[in-house]
C-alpha cells in the first residue's frame, strides 16, 4: 500500500509484514524501497527460524464516505 505524504513523497506499507515501512521521494523510489524492505524482513523472519506470514484470504475495498454526513445511531 502506498500513501502520499503532504510534504511529499509515499510512505509504502505492507498490512501482512508487521512493522514492514518504508518511504520513498516518489513513487518508483517507494517501490524500491518496499522491496528491499520485504526482501530483509523475509530474511530476518528466516535467520530467526520464524514463520512468515500471509494474508492470502485478505482483499482490499475501498469505502467512501462525506465527513459531513451524521450518523444516527438507533
Do not use: N, W
Amino acid at each position: 500500500m502506498f500513501r502520499p505524504e503532504p510534504e511529499g513523497g509515499f510512505t509504502a506499507i505492507v498490512p501482512s509484514l508487521p512493522g514492514c515501512i518504508s518511504y520513498g521521494k516518489d513513487l518508483k523510489e517507494a517501490k524500491e524501497s518496499i522491496t528491499d524492505a520485504i526482501h530483509g524482513y523475509i530474511a530476518s523472519v528466516k535467520k530467526h527460524k520464524g514463520q512468515v506470514t500471509h494474508d492470502a484470504e485478505s482483499f482490499m475495498s475501498s469505502v467512501r464516505f462525506s465527513s459531513t454526513a451524521t450518523r444516527q445511531h438507533a
